[in-house]
């Protein structure tokens, strides 16, 4: 069964970095594009960052310029690196990824639980 499976998560102040990582586990054939999204209380769920298989990215406005995406194809990880964090970053951050489970089919869309971080002013 595949699962995303995100750690790193915690209370920071402000002005302080966190690195987030995903691990996909199970058994699948490819993961195409990968992605973090976040929730803060009483608000909708926002996308934080995504990144291509090859690596091309996009991030969300609140974040250009502080946050960075990566990934490690041959780990199945995707990361992301946050600095100059604010406290309005204080959110559930979730990991997503499109995964292709065998090889010709489409891919499925698979989320990890999330992992809570805190930013303290």
């Known amino acids: 069964q595949v699962q995303l499976v995100e750690s790193g998560g915690g209370l920071v102040q402000a002005g302080g970095s966190l690195r987030l990582s995903c691990a996909a586990t199970?058994?699948?054939?490819?993961?195409?594009?990968m992605a973090w999204y976040r929730q803060a209380p009483g608000k909708q769920r926002e996308l934080v960052a995504g990144i291509t298989y090859g690596g091309s990215t996009i991030y969300g406005d609140s974040v250009k310029g502080r946050f960075t995406i990566s990934r490690d194809n041959a780990e199945n990880t995707v990361f992301l690196q946050m600095n100059s964090l604010k406290p309005e970053d204080t959110a559930v951050y979730y990991c997503?990824?499109?995964?292709?489970?065998?090889?010709?089919?489409?891919?499925?869309?698979?989320w990890g639980k999330g992992t809570l971080v805190t930013v303290s002013s």
């Open positions: 199970g058994s699948f054939f490819s993961i195409n594009n």
């Open positions: 997503t990824a499109e995964i292709w489970l065998v090889a010709g089919t489409s891919a499925t869309d698979y």
